[in-house]
């Protein structure tokens, strides 16, 4: 009898290490799971901060994937809450081995006492196992996520590589339009300064070479009192001949260039810096844009199209010559023509 209590001693002694053996076993395996899990998120995390401004153009469907890793995140905690019952239920079955080595100390004599706590650690064995077992499915199933959350990100990113090849391919054509849209202004440019010659070698065979009737740069210049009385904004008869001559010359002009050109003839006013005092006019300014706005007029009564022609006024503020003497101020007064784009 004592040899048997001996032998079954021995035994009791034989299985509690292996127990604890398989309980440490387990619990490495679960924190090497959960630290694989980790690292993976932390990967991730990398991978997702990774992506530039660019993929704000698909900001919906990195919304979505959002919420979906927040999901994942939710279930993440789900695990590490059912690590934390795993390490709580580890912890009771710990107490449970205090307890039962407890009894073991004892004394033997009641064996099937002794049976009974071993079947209780046991089946407490066999729980934990199969929460490890769910454990580590759930562990699966986010993994098997993760990996649909990757392929749904490499989708984006094929799809941003294609919307920027789009893009690169939309800036080429456009460039391309730009240098021909350049090419064909330039034409057209050349064009109108080609016709713009050719009128004022016209206005110089017409005009002749009358006092007051000369040609600046490009622009083909009257001064005042060729076509008005100082003072005043009416043509006097004179003017007008000469404005009949120039309507002749522009009726003809509209004629030649295409239609497909913008052009348009400019009429500018100018007066010298002598201040007004008194009489129709308030200032400079009224005078120049009322001389103007006549020869306009009349231009218009003789046939040329209103759609051609522009009045400006610019008072004494754009001088030919910045003198004082009476010269001076004379060369100042003047109307100059321009032939320009619209």
């Known amino acids: 009898m004592a040899l048997s209590r001996s032998r079954r001693s021995g035994r009791g002694f034989d299985y509690w ?3 604890v053996d398989a309980l440490s076993t387990m619990l490495l395996v679960m924190i090497f799971l959960l630290s694989v899990f980790m690292l993976a998120q932390f990967f991730l995390s990398r991978d997702l901060s990774g992506k530039d401004t660019a993929l704000l153009k698909l900001s919906r469907q990195i919304e979505e994937l959002t919420s979906l890793l927040s999901l994942e995140r939710s279930k993440s905690a789900d695990a590490q809450t059912n690590m934390a019952l795993l390490s709580a239920t580890l912890n009771d079955t710990q107490s449970e081995k205090t307890r039962l080595q407890g009894m073991i100390d004892a004394g033997l004599a009641n064996a099937n006492a002794m049976g009974g706590a071993a079947k209780q650690a046991q089946e407490a064995l066999n729980a934990e196992r199969q929460i490890s077992a769910r454990a580590a499915a759930q562990v699966d199933i986010l993994n098997q996520q993760l990996s649909a959350l990757r392929r749904q990100i490499a989708a984006l990113e ?30 057209k440019v050349q064009e109108l300064a080609r016709y713009r010659s050719d009128f004022f070698g016209r206005l110089r065979q017409i005009l002749g070479t009358r006092p007051g009737v ?20 009416n043509l006097n008869p004179a003017g007008r001949g000469e ?23 400019r009429v500018d006013g100018h007066t010298d810096k002598s201040p007004i005092r008194g009489g129709r006019f308030q200032s400079n300014w009224e005078l120049s ?54």
């Open 17 to 19: 290490p292996g127990f």
């Open 158 to 187: 094929e799809a941003l590589n294609a919307s920027e090849q789009r893009d690169r391919e939309s800036q080429v054509q456009i460039a391309d339009l730009g240098s021909r849209l350049n090419l064909a202004l330039a034409q």
């Open 289 to 342: 844009s009322s001389r103007a706005i006549s020869v306009v007029q009349y231009l218009i009564t003789r046939g040329v199209s209103a759609d051609r022609l522009a009045a400006t006024g610019f008072g004494e503020f754009q001088p030919l010559d910045k003198g004082d003497s009476e010269e001076a101020l004379k060369r100042n007064r003047r109307i100059e023509l321009k032939l320009t784009d619209r």
């Open 214 to 233: 000369r040609v600046v740069g490009d622009r083909f210049v009257f001064e005042s009192e060729v076509l008005f009385d100082v003072g005043q904004a």
């Open 243 to 265: 404005l009949d001559k120039l309507a002749a010359a522009v009726s003809d002009l509209e004629r030649e260039i295409p239609p497909e050109i913008p052009w348009i003839l």
